[in-house]
C-alpha cells in the first residue's frame, strides 16, 4: 500500500505544477496585456502597441490548453494507479498512455476554464484598440 501511495504522490505533485503552471500564465498574460495597453494609451504612442497585447494573449491562451491538456492526462494516470493492485505499481509517469478520454489540446483550448479567463482578455484588448482608433 505504501508504494501505490508515493507513486499516487508523485503523480499528484506532477498533477499541481500544471495548475501552478497555468496560473502563472494567467498571471503574466494580465501582467503584458494590461501593460501593452498603457503603454498603447498614451497619446504620442501608436495603437500598434494595443494590437501587439493580442499576442501574449493568444500565446499564453494555446500554452495554457497544453498544461491543461497534459494535466488532463495525469489526472487519468491518478486514477488508473489508484485502481492497480499493490503488485503492479512501477511508478511511471508516463501519462502518454491516458491521452484517450481528454478530448485532446483542442477541447482543452475551448474549455470553460480557459474560455471564461481568455475570452473576456481579448475582448477588451479588441475594445481598447477600437475606442482608441
Not at 474549455?111 to 475582448?123: G, H, I, M, N, Q
Request: proline share 2%; hydrophobic share 55%.
Amino acid at each position: 500500500m505504501e508504494e501505490k501511495m508515493k507513486h499516487l504522490e508523485m503523480i499528484q505533485n506532477v498533477i499541481t505544477r500544471m495548475a501552478s503552471n497555468s496560473f502563472l500564465l494567467k498571471g503574466w498574460t494580465v501582467t503584458l496585456v494590461v501593460g501593452l495597453l498603457a503603454f498603447g494609451n498614451i497619446k504620442e504612442m501608436n495603437v500598434d502597441f494595443m494590437f501587439l497585447a493580442l499576442i501574449p494573449a493568444l500565446f499564453f491562451w494555446v500554452l495554457d490548453a497544453f498544461y491543461l491538456n497534459e494535466e488532463r492526462k495525469y489526472v487519468k494516470l491518478y486514477e488508473h494507479v489508484a485502481k492497480l493492485e499493490n503488485e503492479k505499481i512501477d511508478f511511471l509517469l508516463n501519462a502518454r498512455q491516458h491521452e484517450e478520454g481528454t478530448g485532446g489540446i483542442v477541447s482543452a483550448f475551448l474549455s470553460k476554464t480557459l474560455c471564461v479567463f481568455y475570452f473576456p482578455t481579448l475582448f477588451i484588448v479588441l475594445v481598447a484598440i477600437f475606442v482608441h482608433q
